[in-house]
Protein backbone atom coordinates (compact mmCIF):
# COMPACT_ATOMS: atom_id res chain seq x y z
CA UNK A 1 0.00 0.00 0.00
CA UNK A 2 1.38 3.10 -0.92
CA UNK A 3 1.40 6.59 1.26
CA UNK A 4 -0.86 7.93 -1.29
CA UNK A 5 -3.31 5.18 -0.57
CA UNK A 6 -3.00 5.46 3.13
CA UNK A 7 -3.35 9.31 3.33
CA UNK A 8 -6.36 8.85 1.16
CA UNK A 9 -7.66 6.28 3.22
CA UNK A 10 -6.89 8.27 6.42
CA UNK A 11 -8.77 11.16 4.59
CA UNK A 12 -11.68 9.34 4.06
CA UNK A 13 -12.21 7.86 7.52
CA UNK A 14 -11.70 11.72 9.20
CA UNK A 15 -14.69 12.45 6.73
CA UNK A 16 -17.11 9.56 7.63
CA UNK A 17 -16.31 10.07 11.54
CA UNK A 18 -17.57 14.12 10.95
CA UNK A 19 -20.43 12.94 8.99
CA UNK A 20 -21.50 10.34 10.80
CA UNK A 21 -20.36 11.75 14.28
CA UNK A 22 -18.22 8.81 15.14
CA UNK A 23 -16.02 8.95 18.14
CA UNK A 24 -13.65 6.89 18.69
CA UNK A 25 -11.46 4.37 16.50
CA UNK A 26 -13.21 3.19 14.03
CA UNK A 27 -13.11 -1.16 14.44
CA UNK A 28 -14.83 -3.81 12.03
CA UNK A 29 -16.72 -5.34 14.80
CA UNK A 30 -17.78 -8.30 11.47
CA UNK A 31 -18.08 -8.87 7.90
CA UNK A 32 -21.71 -9.68 6.62
CA UNK A 33 -23.05 -10.29 3.12
CA UNK A 34 -26.14 -8.07 1.14
CA UNK A 35 -28.44 -10.50 0.56
CA UNK A 36 -28.23 -12.53 -3.25
CA UNK A 37 -31.81 -11.52 -3.75
CA UNK A 38 -32.22 -8.04 -2.51
CA UNK A 39 -33.19 -5.80 -5.20
CA UNK A 40 -29.97 -3.39 -5.61
CA UNK A 41 -30.09 0.41 -5.10
CA UNK A 42 -28.01 3.08 -5.37
CA UNK A 43 -26.55 4.58 -2.48
CA UNK A 44 -27.87 8.03 -0.99
CA UNK A 45 -26.63 10.72 1.43
CA UNK A 46 -25.68 8.04 4.01
CA UNK A 47 -26.65 5.16 2.40
CA UNK A 48 -24.01 2.74 0.97
CA UNK A 49 -24.94 1.15 -2.31
CA UNK A 50 -26.82 -2.16 -2.07
CA UNK A 51 -25.07 -4.88 -4.42
CA UNK A 52 -25.86 -8.16 -4.46
CA UNK A 53 -23.63 -10.56 -2.52
CA UNK A 54 -21.29 -8.09 -1.32
CA UNK A 55 -19.30 -8.61 1.55
CA UNK A 56 -19.42 -5.43 4.08
CA UNK A 57 -17.56 -4.70 7.21
CA UNK A 58 -19.86 -3.75 10.28
CA UNK A 59 -18.69 -1.07 12.20
CA UNK A 60 -21.69 -0.58 14.25
CA UNK A 61 -24.65 -2.01 14.76
CA UNK A 62 -26.92 1.32 14.96
CA UNK A 63 -30.03 0.28 15.50
CA UNK A 64 -32.82 -2.57 14.70
CA UNK A 65 -33.56 -1.20 11.20
CA UNK A 66 -29.93 0.06 10.09
CA UNK A 67 -26.41 -1.28 10.35
CA UNK A 68 -22.93 1.52 9.41
CA UNK A 69 -20.69 -0.20 7.02
CA UNK A 70 -18.11 0.04 4.88
CA UNK A 71 -17.54 -1.58 1.28
CA UNK A 72 -14.82 -2.63 -0.37
CA UNK A 73 -14.22 0.89 -2.12
CA UNK A 74 -13.60 2.32 1.40
CA UNK A 75 -16.83 4.38 1.38
CA UNK A 76 -19.03 4.16 4.81
CA UNK A 77 -22.83 4.18 5.23
CA UNK A 78 -25.97 2.48 6.22
CA UNK A 79 -27.78 -0.21 5.29
CA UNK A 80 -30.89 -2.17 6.20
CA UNK A 81 -30.57 -4.75 8.75
CA UNK A 82 -33.27 -6.49 6.23
CA UNK A 83 -30.71 -7.31 3.45
CA UNK A 84 -27.85 -8.10 5.75
CA UNK A 85 -26.73 -11.92 5.91
CA UNK A 86 -23.91 -13.34 8.48
CA UNK A 87 -21.45 -15.22 6.88
Known sequence: VTLKACKKEEK?????????KFEGS????????V???????RG???????????ILDVIQFTNQEQILCRNSQGRYGY?????????
Not at 12 to 20: A, S, V
Not at 35 to 41: I, L, N, V
Not at 79 to 87: I, K, Y
Open 44 to 54: GAKNLPLRRGE
Open 12 to 20: MDREFQKKF
Open 79 to 87: VPQAVMLPL
Open 35 to 41: DPATTEK
Open 26 to 33: INVLTQMM
